[in-house]
T-cell receptor, first 114, second 117 residues
Framework: DAGVTQSPTHLIKTRGQQVTLRCSPK?????VSWYQQALGQGPQFIFQ???????QRGNFPDRFSGHQFPNYSSELNVNALLLGDSALYLC?????????????FGPGTRLTVL | AQKITQTQPGMFVQEKEAVTLDCTYD???????LFWYKQPSSGEMIFLIY??????QNATEGRYSLNFQKARKSANLVISASQLGDSAMYFC??????????????FGTGTRLAVRP
């Protein structure tokens, strides 16, 4: 049973570019959340998707957008990259119904913006 | 006000001893869940333990237990018989509201634990 997977592992971009990160949830999970973790800080909630729609959003600008596909996998897109977007991007999956305590994270994508 | 407060930036513990990592939270919602995660240097967030606000007993998972004091709004993680592999960053997180309102987690700033041989 595969856990949450993310790709790519590492990414280097320059200011102004656009980036797409990908996440596949754990088997049996239909909800995907994205978090940004800057160096030395706790993760910050970006947004959450289920039923292919954005359901909750944190305090992030519109440059951050996402998508969920019918197979529950998800993408995070960031436009017009800034130096401050350099961070570890974590994806978490959970089941919409059932166990309250299931929220598992993937290994993350480390984004460096130069 | 901070929703999740972890006041210990770093801690040391001797191998085989127990250690308590502090976490206090702030919410007015009667329905919430508290999570603890371990983050090794590799970056992956590893789920350790969960406590629901309506759970009558403190949660336990192997060497991990959660000292849940609802009136004080604290949810401290206790690791018994520390191992060298326990050296990592530890985060406390909270999900507020009923499940139908979503799964957003709010994290604290973390505590870095170092286990000494």
């Amino acid at each position: 049973d595969a856990g949450v997977t993310q790709s790519p592992t590492h990414l280097i971009k320059t200011r102004g570019q656009q980036v797409t990160l990908r996440c596949s949830p754990k088997s049996g999970h239909d909800t995907v959340s994205w978090y940004q973790q800057a160096l030395g800080q706790g993760p910050q909630f970006i947004f959450q998707y289920y039923e292919e729609e954005e359901r909750q959003r944190g305090n992030f600008p519109d440059r951050f957008s996402g998508h969920q596909f019918p197979n529950y996998s998800s993408e995070l897109n960031v436009n017009a990259l800034l130096l401050g977007d350099s961070a570890l991007y974590l994806c978490a999956s959970s089941p919409r119904t059932g166990a309250y305590n299931e929220q598992f994270f993937g290994p993350g994508t480390r984004l460096t913006v130069l | 006000a901070q929703k999740i407060t972890q006041t210990q930036p770093g801690m040391f513990v001797q191998e085989k001893e127990a250690v308590t990592l502090d976490c206090t939270y702030d919410t007015s919602d009667p329905s919430y869940g508290l999570f603890w995660y371990k983050q090794p240097s590799s970056g992956e967030m590893i789920f350790l333990i969960y406590q629901g606000s309506y759970d009558q007993q403190n949660a336990t998972e192997g060497r991990y237990s959660l000292n849940f004091q609802k009136a004080r709004k604290s949810a401290n993680l206790v690791i018994s018989a520390s191992q060298l592999g326990d050296s990592a960053m530890y985060f406390c997180a909270m999900r507020e509201g009923r499940r139908s309102s979503g799964d957003k987690l709010t994290f604290g700033t973390g505590t870095r634990l170092a286990v000494r041989p």
